[in-house]
C-alpha cells in the first residue's frame, strides 16, 4: 500500500491488482481495505507534515479502489465524513460568529486552523472518484448533504488561494450550477437545515418502532452520519 513510494500514476494499477485478485481470495480484499483505513486515521491522528504526500497518495488510491468495484459508496462517505469530522467537531460548536481566521475557533491540535490538508485530500478522495459517482454512485441527494457540511468546513479554516480554488473546483465538477457559499454563517445554516429535516424524520420514523431507534438516529444526523435512507447499494 506505499503508493506513495511510486509513480503517482501507478495507484488505478495498483486498486486493479487487488480487484482481481479480490476474486480469487476475498479476504485478501478485506485486509488490504483494513490497512488503507488505518492508514488513513493514522494520518488524522498523527498529522504530521512530512506525511501529506503519503496521505494524498492513500486517499487517490482509496478512489481508484471505489472506482474498481473494490469497496462501495458507504466506505467512501464514511472517510469523507471522518476527514471534515474528526478531532474538529469543538470547532462547529463556537457561535460567536467568528471563523474563517483561526481566533474563534476552539483550535484542535490534530487540526488547526492554517491546516488545511484534510481539505485537499477531501478534494483529493472526490476528484479521483469522478465520473464513478455516476449512475451507480451516491444519490443526487447523499452528495448535496456532504457538499454543504464540506462547504463548512473549509470555511472554518485559514484556506489559501491555491487550497480555496481546489474546493471551488472539485464543486464546479460537480455541481456545475451550485453557487458556493461565501461564509461560514450561510453554511452553518445549510447544515443546520439538513440535520433538523433528519431529525424531524427519525422522529417520526420512531413512533411505534420505539423511542430507542428515533434517539440512535437523532444521535447519527451530525458530520459522521449518512442518509442512510438515500443510499442505494447498487455499487456493492
Known amino acids: 500500500l506505499k503508493t506513495h513510494k511510486n509513480r503517482w500514476g501507478a495507484?488505478?494499477?495498483?486498486?486493479?491488482?487487488?480487484?482481481?485478485?479480490?476474486?480469487g481470495k476475498p479476504a485478501f480484499a478485506v485486509r488490504t481495505v483494513d490497512a488503507l483505513l488505518e492508514e488513513i486515521r493514522w494520518g488524522l491522528e498523527t498529522n504530521a507534515p512530512w506525511m501529506?504526500?503519503?496521505?494524498?497518495?492513500?486517499?487517490?488510491?482509496?478512489?481508484?479502489?471505489?472506482?474498481?468495484?473494490?469497496?462501495?459508496?458507504?466506505?467512501?462517505?464514511?472517510?469523507?465524513?471522518?476527514?471534515?469530522?474528526?478531532?474538529?467537531?469543538?470547532a462547529f460548536q463556537d457561535s460567536n460568529g467568528s471563523h474563517g481566521d483561526g481566533g474563534g475557533q476552539q483550535q484542535h491540535p490534530m487540526d488547526p486552523a492554517d491546516d488545511t490538508i484534510r481539505v485537499r485530500l477531501v478534494c483529493q478522495l472526490l476528484e479521483t472518484c469522478g465520473k464513478a459517482f455516476g449512475a451507480s454512485g451516491p444519490p443526487k441527494k447523499t452528495l448535496d448533504r456532504f457538499f454543504a457540511f464540506f462547504q463548512r468546513y473549509a470555511l472554518a479554516k485559514n484556506l489559501t488561494l491555491e487550497v480555496a480554488h481546489d474546493v471551488r473546483e472539485t464543486l464546479t465538477a460537480f455541481r456545475p450550477k451550485l453557487e458556493p457559499h461565501a461564509d461560514y454563517q450561510s453554511a452553518s445554516a445549510e447544515c443546520a437545515r439538513w440535520?433538523?429535516?433528519?431529525?424531524?424524520?427519525?422522529?417520526?420514523?420512531?413512533?411505534?418502532?420505539?423511542?430507542?431507534?428515533?434517539?440512535a438516529g437523532a444521535e447519527g444526523v451530525g458530520l459522521e452520519g449518512i442518509a442512510e435512507e438515500e443510499e442505494d447499494d447498487d455499487d456493492e
Open 11 to 23: 495507484a488505478p494499477w495498483v486498486a486493479q491488482l487487488i480487484a482481481f485478485l479480490s476474486k
Open 52 to 90: 501529506h504526500q503519503r496521505r494524498l497518495a492513500a486517499a487517490r488510491l482509496l478512489g481508484e479502489m471505489y472506482k474498481a468495484k473494490v469497496i462501495n459508496t458507504a466506505t467512501v462517505f464514511a472517510q469523507l465524513y471522518l476527514l471534515i469530522s474528526f478531532g474538529h467537531s469543538n
Open 195 to 215: 440535520e433538523e429535516e433528519e431529525a424531524r424524520k427519525a422522529k417520526a420514523a420512531g413512533g411505534a418502532g420505539g423511542g430507542a431507534a428515533a434517539g
